[in-house]
């Protein structure tokens, strides 16, 4: 079955410092990989995808998530953190050949300090 | 360019009650979904329209639930009767096109409490 797992509930870290915010994935076939951000009473926004070719993927916002195979990661990372990044962040999962829907991991808080 | 958007934003009803939800994707979009976070849990499939045809809806918890997309334009997901268990966070979402590598777009959602 597809899971996705995102081993913390919450992360701290000052702003300016590097941010990583970790997902591991479980699927049958390629994945297919997606970070979706939730801003205080706001929707999901899309931040990027991996899908295939280069493993490091940018996306908005200043945002990239690297993509490991053989550690069935897509840790999302920013080199410098923003009190506004503060938020709430979801990784999930599709696969090719799998059902047309997302499996998405439990959610992690970002707090970033001033 | 506009959005999903979802209506009403807050719903809070008595258990039994009913509750019908709006959904209104991206213009053009033929492909919806529903998702459901409940209690600080993962964000949970629940069904798949292709235009006015339900692709895929395993996700569906009981038969409570009624989605409808007459017409392939918005859709509703009705609750009926409502229980405690069904409070949490209705997400609507649309793709242009189909598969799994195509990026869904989604609404603020709807945030249900059954007392």
């Known amino acids: 079955a597809q899971s996705v797992a995102q081993p913390e509930d919450q992360v701290n870290v000052a702003e300016g410092n590097p941010l990583t915010v970790k997902c591991t994935y479980s699927?049958?076939?390629?994945?297919?990989l997606f970070w979706y951000v939730q801003y205080p009473n706001r929707g999901l926004q899309f931040l990027l995808k991996?899908?295939?070719?280069?493993?490091l993927v940018k996306g908005s916002y200043g945002f990239e998530a690297e993509f490991n195979k053989s550690q069935t990661s897509f840790h999302l990372k920013k080199p410098s953190a923003l009190v506004s990044d503060s938020a709430l962040y979801f990784c999930?999962?599709?696969?090719?050949?799998?059902?047309?829907?997302?499996?998405f991991g439990a959610g992690t808080r970002l707090a970033v300090h001033p | 360019e506009a959005g999903v958007t979802q209506f009403p934003s807050h719903s809070v009803i008595e258990k039994g009650q009913t509750v019908t939800l709006r959904c209104d994707p991206i213009?053009?979009?033929?492909?919806l979904y529903w998702y459901r976070r409940v209690m600080g849990k993962e964000i949970k499939f629940l069904l798949h329209f292709v235009k006015e045809s339900k692709q895929d809806e395993s996700g569906m918890p009981n038969n409570r639930f009624l989605a409808e997309r007459t017409g392939g334009t918005y859709s509703t997901l009705k609750v009926q009767p409502a229980e405690l268990e069904d409070s949490g966070v209705y997400f609507c979402a649309s793709s242009l096109v189909g598969g799994t590598r195509e990026t869904q777009y989604f609404g603020p959602g709807t945030r249900l409490l059954v007392l």
């Open positions: 991996y899908i295939t070719g280069d493993n």
């Open positions: 213009s053009g979009h033929d492909n």
């Open positions: 699927v049958s076939g390629n994945p297919y």
């Open positions: 999930a999962v599709s696969s090719q050949g799998g059902y047309n829907k997302l499996i």
